[in-house]
């Protein structure tokens, strides 16, 4: 729980002085719990108070960052348990693990297909977020290698599987810049761990043999000074997973309960790429910050990407593209012209089938605040009064020089009030955007 | 230190809702399906009961328009709907059959009479073990009829009845009332239309064990997010108490998933796609494993393949996780 007014009151010098802008020590404390306030503004808090209030203070869970430069991941920093109630931040990152007993030409060849896994849709580009270099081995020199191979390869955030200090030690020195996720501390190893990873900087994953068992294991490496830490269970069975997920974000955000504060990974067991996919699928739902993978099938993985951008967007914000008129290919004067939303989704897809028609064309992203077809008809917002007095002044009168636009046949009904306050004649086109090609074929002789 | 395991306390549950009846019960089915009852969040079995998601596999009364991905799995029974019933529940692990009589729209050409539904109803009935769902062709004066009809043919079978959304719910309503059979609610992606409409249905005297609610879930990349979280609100208010939203809730996810450009688009078609095959059947899977995360009690799918994946997947979440 964060403290109340009343608690954080007690622990600030009560002298009044006014320095922080606040009338009474009692009036600065009141904003801080409720967050309009900084502590910092305080100079004559004491440093056990200091300490206490911002351990108090700190968000519910910590943000760790993995990686550095252009690629870092960051995780955790979520306030909710449900994304109706605001949303989630931080899209679970989606790793794929590799094995220090592959030779280096399969190594590099693994790693050469990673890379390759860039899955474009709707405008967006999906790409697997890094790479975890599993020290199968056993072996020192083979596992400082394969990092060595892996990180030539890739400028991917990386993750370091093994549990031996010395050989993570080794390892680690090579991608020390990099800042990969060390995987992990545990129970048995975690003094040294820790000092490995306080030398390099480097986030910590810190795996228990149960939840209780984890809870001890952050405390005492929190006691050791150490706070960049990445949570696993030790769970593998998905309903397990689940659970352990589920208490692990639903203590730290309702309870404030600290050792669970942090990020958490989670790692797929299935062998089959399209059952992984699905298991991954619930750690993606459920409040995996990091879920490492073995497969590398296009379309399980496709599907998994689309499902983690779709519980990632912001429910209060459809992702829209600018309003306006776009050209698709070297348009003239006789190009046809379409009209859509700019809902990016809908817009989207719409242009990818304008482009498969190769005739060049204008399409007109009609500002709707970012909704569908006909959720902006059922609102009011693309319907012949919005748009045709809109069209009648637009540019594109310029652009052409005829006066014919297609529109969606989901909104055929729109036809007559759109002609009628537009001078536009109305084209009717087909329901979904999969129709263009056939629909271009057929009256505009594509 | 032990970890204190955090269980909310909900007062409420989802409402358990029974399809199909066996001899004993009036009906002829080899066994019902019970949908709902959860008292907890999905999977979450630490807290409360999570009732098992039911899968439910698609037969059309005429000869579907779908890819041909699926026609070495039915292409020998697609104009056959008794046959392809039986091979959904036989070969392909249906615990339910979900009939959409599409041949009865009146915009087709020679649309199938209400007569034509009932009998292929009953015939469905006569050789297949499994409950029925049975939605009508989306014309409401046609469905109006058709659902009427076939409401009478399958009269102690239990089976559930829709669409029945704001505009038609009530000659639905009636059909169900009269056969003692289960109605299914569909209203927008919109939680409070669906409330309206169960209370409204509630008044005609519709059972409260008898009701389904349809939220309209979109698929994959759809605008799934919405539905998703709309079905999260809905199971957290049933758990809170509000009866209201505390039906059970089916998914027709097959139809929606392979509605997306991305579940039919050839080999190879955007950059980093895969294979059509695989991508439509997971397209699917994926869609139906997300709504089931969302809450679904009952979810809707076509392809057998995607039907296999999920029923492994609902397995793996069953195993209990109570610490
Ligand atoms: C998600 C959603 C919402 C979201 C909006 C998200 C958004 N950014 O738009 C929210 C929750 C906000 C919402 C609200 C409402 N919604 Co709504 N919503 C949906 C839902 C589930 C999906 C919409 C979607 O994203 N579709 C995907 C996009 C890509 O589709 P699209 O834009 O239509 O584009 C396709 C085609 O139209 C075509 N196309 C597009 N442009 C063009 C251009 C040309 C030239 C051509 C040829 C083709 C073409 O190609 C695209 C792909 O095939 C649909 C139901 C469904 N499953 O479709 C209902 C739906 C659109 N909503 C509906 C309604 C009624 C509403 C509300 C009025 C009330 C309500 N129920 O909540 C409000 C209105 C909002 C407002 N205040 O203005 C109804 C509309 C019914 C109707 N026909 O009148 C629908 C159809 C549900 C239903 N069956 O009742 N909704
Ligand atoms: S600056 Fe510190 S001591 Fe001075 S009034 Fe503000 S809170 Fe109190």
């Known amino acids: 729980m964060g403290l109340t007014g009343l608690q954080i009151f007690k622990l600030l010098p009560k002298t009044n002085c006014k320095e922080c802008g606040f009338p009474t020590c009692l009036a600065f404390a009141m904003s801080l719990a409720s967050g309009k306030a900084n502590l910092s503004q305080c100079p004559y808090v004491s440093d056990e108070a200091k300490q206490a209030l911002e351990e108090a203070t700190a968000p519910p869970m910590r943000l760790i960052k993995i990686g550095a430069g252009e690629k870092v991941l960051e995780i955790g920093d979520e306030q909710v348990l449900f994304r109706h109630d605001k949303t989630f931040y931080h899209p679970t990152g989606i790793f794929i693990e590799v094995s220090d007993n592959l030779s280096e030409d399969e190594l590099k060849a693994k790693v050469d297909e990673i890379n390759e896994l860039v899955f474009e849709r709707v405008g967006e580009r999906y790409e697997v977020d890094g790479v975890a270099i599993k020290n199968d081995s056993g072996n020192a020199d083979t596992f400082k290698k ?17 549990e031996d200090p010395a050989v993570m030690e080794a390892a680690a020195s090579v991608v020390a810049d990099r800042k990969p996720l060390l995987y992990a501390a545990t129970g048995d190893n975690y003094e040294q761990m820790v000092e490995v990873a306080k030398k390099f900087q480097a986030p910590l994953a810190v795996r228990g043999k149960n939840l209780s068992d984890l809870a001890d294991l952050v405390e005492k490496i929190v006691g050791l ?19 352990d997920l589920t208490q692990i974000r639903r203590q730290a955000i309702k309870k404030r309960f600290r050792p669970f504060g942090y990020p958490t990974i989670t790692f797929t067991t299935e062998e089959d790429p399209m059952k ?23 379309p399980a993985l496709l599907t998994l990407f689309t499902w983690r951008r779709n519980v990632y967007t912001d429910p209060q914000k459809p992702i829209a593209v600018q309003p306006g008129i776009y050209a698709i290919g070297d348009v ?3 190009s046809p012209v379409y009209i859509t939303t700019n809902f990016s989704l809908t817009f989207y897809t719409v242009q990818t089938e304008i482009e498969a028609t190769r005739i060049p064309s204008y399409l007109i992203a009609f500002d709707t605040d970012g909704l569908s077809v006909l959720t902006a008809w059922a609102g009011g917002k693309f319907i012949g009064e919005e748009i045709g007095p809109w069209l009648k002044e637009s540019e594109i009168n310029q652009k052409v020089n ?9 909104v055929a009904a729109i036809k007559g009030k759109l002609e009628e306050l537009s001078g536009w004649e109305v084209i009717v086109g087909p329901r979904e955007a999969s129709g263009i090609t056939a629909f271009a074929k057929m009256r505009l002789g594509a | 230190m032990p970890v204190e395991i955090f269980k909310e306390k909900y007062t409420g549950k989802v409402q358990e809702v029974v399809l199909g009846a066996t001899k004993e019960e009036g009906g002829t089915r080899a066994y019902t399906v019970k949908l709902g009852g959860s008292s907890a969040l999905p999977f979450l079995q630490f807290e409360g009961e999570s009732a098992r998601p039911v899968i439910a596999m698609e037969v059309w009364d005429i000869k579907p328009n779908w890819h041909e991905c699926f026609e070495p799995y039915i292409g020998d029974v697609w104009e056959d709907p008794v046959a392809w019933a039986q091979k959904l529940e036989q070969e392909y692990g249906a615990e339910v059959i979900y009939l959409t009589l599409k041949g009865a729209d009146p915009e087709r050409e020679n649309p199938k009479s209400a007569d034509d539904c009932a009998k292929l109803v009953k015939k469905i009935l006569e050789n297949t073990k499994a409950p029925l769902m049975v ?28 669409m029945a959304e704001k505009d ?32 409204m249905i509630l008044d005609m005297g519709v059972p409260a064990d008898k009701i389904i609610n349809d939220p309209l879930a979109s698929g994959l990349g759809y605008g799934i997010e919405y539905s998703y979280s709309i079905m999260e609100r809905a199971r957290y208010g049933a758990l809170v108490g509000d ?81």
């Open chain 1, 402 to 410: 005829h006066r014919k636009i297609i529109i969606p046949g989901g």
């Open chain 1, 276 to 298: 992984e996919a699905l298991q991954a699928q619930v750690y993606v739902s459920k409040y995996g910050s990091i879920v490492v993978m073995k497969n590398t099938s296009k």
């Open chain 2, 135 to 162: 939605e009508g062709c989306g014309n409401y004066e046609k469905d109006n009829e058709v659902l009427q009809a076939v409401a009478e043919a399958a009269a102690g079978e239990n089976i559930a009845l829709g």
């Open chain 1, 332 to 334: 003239t004067p006789d």
């Open chain 1, 146 to 162: 394969a990092v060595e191979t892996v990180a030539g390869k890739t400028d991917k955030v990386l993750i370091l599987l093994t």
């Open chain 2, 168 to 199: 038609n719910y009530r000659s639905i309503a009636a059909a169900c009332m009269m056969g003692k059979h289960c109605i299914i609610a569909r209203s927008p992606v919109d939680i409070n239309i669906m409330k309206q409409l169960n209370i």
């Open chain 1, 225 to 243: 000074g150490y706070r960049e830490l990445v949570l696993d269970s030790g769970e593998r069975q998905t309903s397990k997973v689940l659970a």
């Open chain 2, 243 to 323: 009866k209201m939203m505390a039906f059970p809730i089916v998914c027709l996810a097959g139809q929606e998933a392979w509605r997306a450009k991305e579940a039919v688009a050839p080999d190879d078609a955007g950059p980093g796609w895969g294979d059509q095959k695989t991508r439509g059947i997971m397209w699917e899977a994926m869609t139906a494993a997300a709504l089931i995360q969302g809450g679904a009690d009952i979810v809707l799918l076509r392809h057998p393949e995607a039907a296999k994946l999920i029923k492994e997947h609902i397995e793996d979440l069953m195993v209990p996780n109570t610490y």
